[in-house]
């Protein structure tokens, strides 16, 4: 019925830390010398923000389409309330317990893939420097 708002949710909030990062990571990038590790970008290449843009394209990806499937189901309607569940008193119950369990597990879910795929990112990139710097 809902489960896609806690996702957009937060979507929501980690398009503004990325972009909060992503401000702090320019300007220090100017202030900061080259020796200056900053979010572990000089460690593994990747800055925080670029590792949070992958979070957000996931979350608004699957956002996305499912508020296309429940669009596609007639669950979602362009007019107030916008969603089918909120016309009867007897249907909010069940979409806010939806909400409660199936969005936040696939809210869950999807972040434990992003900190995996951070992770595999970041150890993939440190065996390549690695490999670079004992070959020099």
């Known amino acids: 019925m ?3 708002l ?3 949710a937060e979507a929501i909030v980690v398009t503004v830390v990325k972009n909060i990062v992503e401000k702090k990571e320019k300007n ?3 202030k900061l010398s080259a020796q200056t590790e900053l979010c572990s970008t000089s460690q593994t ?3 925080w923000s670029h590792k949070l843009s992958w979070l ?3 979350l ?3 956002v996305v389409l499912l508020a296309l499937e429940h669009l596609w189901h007639g669950e979602i309607v362009p007019w107030p309330p916008f969603l089918t569940a909120m016309n009867n008193p007897a ?3 069940p979409m806010l317990h939806e909400v409660a369990t199936i969005g936040t597990s696939m809210a869950i879910f999807v972040t434990v893939v992003w900190v995996v795929m951070v992770l595999v990112a970041d150890h993939k990139t440190k ?3 690695a490999k670079v710097n004992t070959e020099n």
């Open 127 to 129: 065996t390549i420097s």
């Open 56 to 58: 957000n394209k996931l």
């Open 2 to 4: 809902a489960c896609f």
């Open 6 to 8: 806690v996702p957009m």
């Open 91 to 93: 249907d909010i119950a």
């Open 28 to 30: 220090s990038d100017v």
């Open 45 to 47: 290449g990747l800055s």
């Open 60 to 62: 608004w990806g699957g």
